[in-house]
């Protein structure tokens, strides 16, 4: 099972990545962790977006056998607000494997994604994995690229139907056409970019869009 938590608050990098909560994590049951946090290595990226009143400071990802309560209880402990969700995954550009701690070279861009009123879950999906995730891959310069689709919330909050991580180069932080592997041509970009807006209308991700630019670390527990 793999879990996923937007948290809030001061210093959450430092103590999400730390030994005693990796211990706690493991104690609760925990095998993996990956925390995705918004820090300095990402504060000049230039795209970003919030629904909720304060912008999410980090998101964490646990995997588990079960004891989502046990998880949720540990990571309440060391934030001051947590929305979490039980997703199922899907990987269409499985991300490279680094070591423990160690910070991936990426921009590792996480957007949640909610359903449109005038989509059903069903047409949703269809949009978004089947006809929009080839073009994604087609106009942007990912390397790492995983779907998490919500099948049900684990604490109250905000509705949430998909969290979705993207790995690009730093440069993509400030440069569009680095973003979307343009090289220097203007028109391919241009090209690039009209092609995934469209596509991403097509499933309603331009609305209600929280998009958080972070610095991403994974762990094995235990």
Known sequence: MKLMYALWGEGLGERLRGEELRKELAEAGAAALQVNVR?????????RHSTYDAPIDAIASVWT????VAVTAVLQSVAADVNGWIVDERQP???PRVEDGVRTEALANIAMLRIPEDLTREEWLHRWHDLHTPVAIE?????GYVQNTVSEPVTPGKRVDALVEELFPMAAMTS?????GA?????ELQRRVT??????VSFGAHLNLDLVPTSRY???LG
Do not use: C, L, N, W
Request: glycine residues 8%; proline residues 2%.
């Open 176 to 180: 569009a056409h680095a973003f979307y």
């Open 218 to 220: 994974v762990y094995t």
């Open 39 to 47: 820090d300095a290595d990402v504060a000049a990226a230039q795209v």
């Open 183 to 187: 090289g220097d041509d203007d028109a």
């Open 139 to 143: 106009t942007q310069d990912t390397f």
């Open 65 to 68: 056998e079960g004891g989502q």
């Open 195 to 200: 092609r995934m807006m469209e596509s991403v």
């Open 93 to 95: 550009i499985v991300p």
